[in-house]
């Protein structure tokens, strides 16, 4: 025996004492049933059937039932229960399908009183009414109830739950008339006893078989199920529809559920396989049980609270072959041993942190975080004043970080979400409005990126030059800038944007070159860089060219180059005589590309303005001859990967379907994938159905365009007998008749099928079509008038 601390509770006048205690049985227990004066337990299984009474230091074998020189399949028990108006009468589930009932008060050594043979298979559980003495009802594997009057030889009335096995039933404890039955299907039935024919109600409570149930003691609309899901519901019964109000997340099918007296909220578990502990849990904390019982070394199969108003002791059987008497006093507390921190983030950038009060308040010297914009907040756990462990204190420290209120605004990600297009028009259109969108909504370095891609990815042959001229700033000012370059030079500059890093083997050309080439990227009113978060350093080139290659810019009046849009010509020493016309191109481009001449030569050469020759002209061979589709692929993957880095999933996915398969290789699956599940959580968040459907439907991601299929449910009605369908062939399970019959050629369809939702009434679409061509009436003879969309 094991040296616990000793219980003494008293109960109306009754004290029950104790403490932890344990005796060896004869052969593992299936079941355990205690008697109303909590003085005696049996314990039933398939080789033992005795009675143990408690006493104060430990377990007294008072009685063996298993009488006889033969031993019988009527003493092999699955279930027993102790009637709780008659201290002398028992009942037991045998596993050959006899339902037995048993006398104590007989003076013979057989105790047996009666048989119930109307089972075919195993019985699973049998229940007494609680205030009725002769009511007993049992549950059985062949999917029957029956309810026995022990006064007659045969039940009173059998109940069909239409399914393969009954896993549990319970007497509601409040409502006199009402039991509740549990299913291998996952189903639970609320049934009365006055009508056998059909039950009251049915839900589907699991995920696959209920192997128990137990009503609340005071509160009489709350039922508890436990399921092979490994979960506990508590279920409230007094609405119209069963409302789950608790789910409780276990680590093993549960196998048994019984409400702590006493205690609202309190509920005992034990596991059918793996899990040999007795878990108490608080319904309000499912995550983690308030007490632990460790005791038994293999699976527990019985539990029951020894008082019905006592929630300090617990007795349980096991397949070890050992009865335990458990003092909640004894229990081990796993929330001793969890880990008391957490840290989580809100949908707008809050903060949230909680930690060990003593740690917080400890360190007194810790420095105010930045942002911090309230004081901890220290919530305590409140006693139970019921709670015999009152030393067990378990606080923490909240403390909220909040960002700004106008940074942690996403409404710029809503209305971006709700006016983007990104499908159903041209390239240009869309990068167009995408831009003017972004453009609307302040987000200038996006708008820049769209106008971007229209220009690298839309042919520009089709732009006209009023939008290039208008795209670089306000008229054609500042055109000879672009004028100014070596042709033969241009295609070799373009490829990366300044802040890209560029390989040092580039010519200062095309640095110069490529610095300009940005500027045809500024939208309609951005003038250079205004409102960008790139720096307006483009106009002179690499950063890592020499002094000697830039611009000599004035900077006692930094606006001078803006009105007058020339280079001073004394900053750049001429070697030859500039000739103002058309025919002097042709030489300087020569010129510049001799061997003969120095390479601040060619510079100057490069430089020199040519206004002859307009900026249409210059693009269009640009983009059109010289380079190919995907040159610019490298820089679109790298700008989509700095934007998802950033956090701005949105604009990456948007420029993602909108390119299509131009970028779709250079990004590989996963990746892909995983922006796509961001970005559609978060409109999924922001409760932007349509808008994630729409993302799903045309992303480029196989994995992503499968979502719709797989998480799509299609709930349809019989037209015959107009009940749901319950599987998935063409036979309604209820009438067994062909549910989509063609009212036309009398043939089950298999493809495409469409009905009229006034009268159910469908066929194969093509037939329902032609058949509309001459009749408006239904073709089934029903005389309804259908109508389609």
Not at 234 to 255: F, G, L, P
Not at 509 to 524: G, Q, R
Request: glycine share 6%.
């Amino acid at each position: 025996m094991e040296k616990m601390a000793r219980v003494t509770t008293a109960l109306g006048g009754n004290a029950l004492t104790g403490r932890t205690m344990f005796c060896h049985l004869d052969a593992p227990a299936n079941a355990i049933s205690v008697c109303r004066d909590a003085a005696q337990v049996v314990v039933a299984g398939r080789n033992i059937f005795k009675i143990y009474s408690i006493e104060e230091e430990q377990f007294v074998e008072k009685l063996n039932l298993r009488v006889g020189r033969k031993p019988s399949l009527n003493f092999s028990c699955a279930d027993v229960v102790w009637h709780q108006m008659d201290e002398n009468l028992l009942a037991t589930a045998a596993t050959n399908g006899v339902v037995v009932t048993w006398n104590l008060g007989k003076p013979s050594r057989n105790k047996q009183d009666q048989l119930f043979t109307e089972h075919k298979r195993t019985v699973n559980k049998v229940c007494f009414h609680p205030t009725e003495v002769y009511m007993l009802l049992s549950g059985s594997q062949d999917g029957y109830m029956k309810c026995f009057d022990l006064r007659k030889k045969d039940s009173v009335s059998t109940f069909s739950g239409q399914s393969e096995s009954v896993r549990d039933v319970q007497f509601s404890i409040r409502d006199y008339f009402t039991f509740a039955a549990t299913f291998e299907n996952g189903n639970v039935q609320l049934w009365d006893i006055r009508r056998p024919d059909r039950y009251e109600r049915m839900f589907t409570a699991h995920n696959g078989p209920v192997f128990c149930c137990d009503w609340h003691p005071e509160d009489r609309g709350w039922l508890a199920t436990g399921g092979r899901d490994k979960m506990v519901k508590v279920w409230d019964m007094n609405t119209t529809r069963a409302k789950e109000i608790y789910c409780v997340q276990t680590i093993a099918s549960v196998a048994r559920v019984k409400w702590r007296p006493e205690c609202k909220h309190h509920i005992a578990t034990c596991s059918m396989m793996v899990d040999h502990n007795i878990y108490v849990w608080d319904v309000r904390r499912p995550f983690i049980p308030s007490a632990m019982f460790e005791e038994h070394k293999d699976v527990t199969t019985g539990i029951v609270w020894r008082h019905l108003h006592d929630p300090y002791f617990l007795l349980s059987g096991s397949k070890d072959s050992t009865l335990y008497q458990h003092i909640f006093k004894d229990a081990s507390q796993p929330i001793d041993r969890a880990n008391p921190e957490g840290l989580c983030y809100s949908l707008y950038g809050d903060l949230a942190f909680a930690a060990k009060e003593s740690l917080i308040s400890s360190d007194s010297n810790r420095k105010p975080y930045i942002g911090d914009r309230r004081h901890p907040i220290f919530f305590k756990r409140k006693l139970d004043p019921t709670e015999q462990f009152e030393y067990i204190s378990s606080s923490s420290a909240l403390s909220v970080f909040e960002t700004d209120v106008e940074s942690g605004s996403m409404d710029w990600f809503v209305h971006t979400a709700k006016q983007y297009a990104l499908a159903g028009r041209p390239l240009a259109e869309l990068c167009d409005h995408n831009a003017k969108v972004a453009k609307g909504l302040d987000r200038n370095q996006v708008a820049q990126t769209w106008t971007m891609l229209r220009i690298i990815y839309s042919s520009l042959g089709t732009v006209s030059s009023t939008n290039l001229n208008h795209s670089m700033g306000k008229g054609s000012a500042a055109l000879p800038l672009m004028n100014s370059f070596n042709l033969k030079d241009i295609p070799a500059g373009l490829g990366s944007e300044s802040r890209l890093d560029r390989s040092k083997g580039e010519s200062r050309t095309e640095n110069i070159l490529m610095d300009s080439s940005s500027t045809l990227i500024n939208n309609e009113d951005n003038e250079e860089t205004e409102g960008s978060d790139v720096p307006a350093d483009y106009l002179l080139g690499d950063v890592e060219a020499d002094e000697d290659d830039l611009y000599m810019m004035d900077h006692e009046n930094p606006h001078a180059e803006e009105q007058e849009y020339s280079l001073p010509q004394e900053a750049f020493p001429l070697r030859h005589e500039i000739v103002d016309n058309p025919s002097a191109l042709d030489h300087l481009q020569d010129k510049a590309d001799s061997p003969h001449v120095s390479g601040n030569e060619a510079e100057t050469v490069s430089l020199t303005p040519v206004e002859s020759f307009s900026l249409i002209s210059i693009s269009h061979s640009l983009y059109e001859n010289r380079l190919p589709s995907d040159f610019f692929n490298p820089i679109v993957r790298d700008t989509l990967l700095f934007y998802a880095e950033q956090g701005d999933v949105q604009t990456a996915v948007s420029v993602l379907i909108v390119l299509g398969e131009r970028i779709r290789k250079e990004i590989d699956e996963q990746t892909q994938e995983h922006w796509y599940t961001s970005y559609i959580d978060l409109l999924q968040r922001f409760q932007l159905w349509n808008i994630s459907n729409e993302v799903i439907k045309l992303s480029t991601c196989r994995a992503i365009n499968c979502l719709n299929q797989a998480s799509t449910t299609l709930h349809v009605n019989c037209s015959n007998c107009k009940r749901p369908m319950s599987n998935r062939g063409w036979i309604c399970d209820r009438c067994r008749q062909c549910a989509s019959m063609c009212a036309v050629c009398h043939h089950v369809v298999k493809g495409l099928f469409v009905w009229c939702q006034g009268c159910s009434h469908g066929g194969h679409l093509q037939h329902i079509m032609k058949w509309l061509e001459t009749s408006s009436h239904c073709p089934a003879g029903c005389g309804h008038l259908c109508e389609y969309t």
